[in-house]
Nanobody, 119 residues
Framework: QVRLVESGGGLVQPGGSLRLSCAAS????????MGWYRQTPGKQRQLVARITSGGTSNIADSVKGRFTISRDNAKNTVYLQMNSLKPEDTAVYYC?????????????WGQGTQVTVSS
């Protein structure tokens, strides 16, 4: 089993910054992509950023230029640096890891961390 634990969420003023972390543990031989998704009430969970094991990243247009994703493969940890935060960034942020096993890729999700941007 694979567990993902997020940290770093909280309350921040507009224009402020937060850094989210997600550490994976358990039966892990390798991890393909890792990513951050967010969800607000009444909306579908949406991709914020994703990064491959090789370091190639994909950033959603809504946060491009403000958010940066990175990972530390030795620690099985992915980070999301969030700058110039806006009220519309308020959401529960979820970490996902894609773990290959016997030729099949399985997705594992964290429990989520709340990010609230408000003055």
């Amino acid at each position: 089993q694979v567990r993902l634990v997020e940290s770093g969420g909280g309350l921040v003023q507009p224009g402020g910054s937060l850094r989210l972390s997600c550490a994976a543990s358990g039966s892990i031989f390798s991890i393909n992509s890792m990513g951050w998704y967010r969800q607000t009430p009444g909306k579908q969970r949406q991709l914020v950023a994703r990064i491959t094991s090789g370091g190639t990243s994909n950033i959603a247009d809504s946060v491009k230029g403000r958010f940066t994703i990175s990972r530390d493969n030795a620690k099985n940890t992915v980070y999301l640096q969030m700058n110039s935060l806006k009220p519309e960034d308020t959401a529960v942020y979820y970490c996902k890891a894609a773990v290959p096993r016997e030729g099949i890729e399985y997705d594992y999700w964290g429990q989520g961390t709340q990010v609230t941007v408000s003055s």
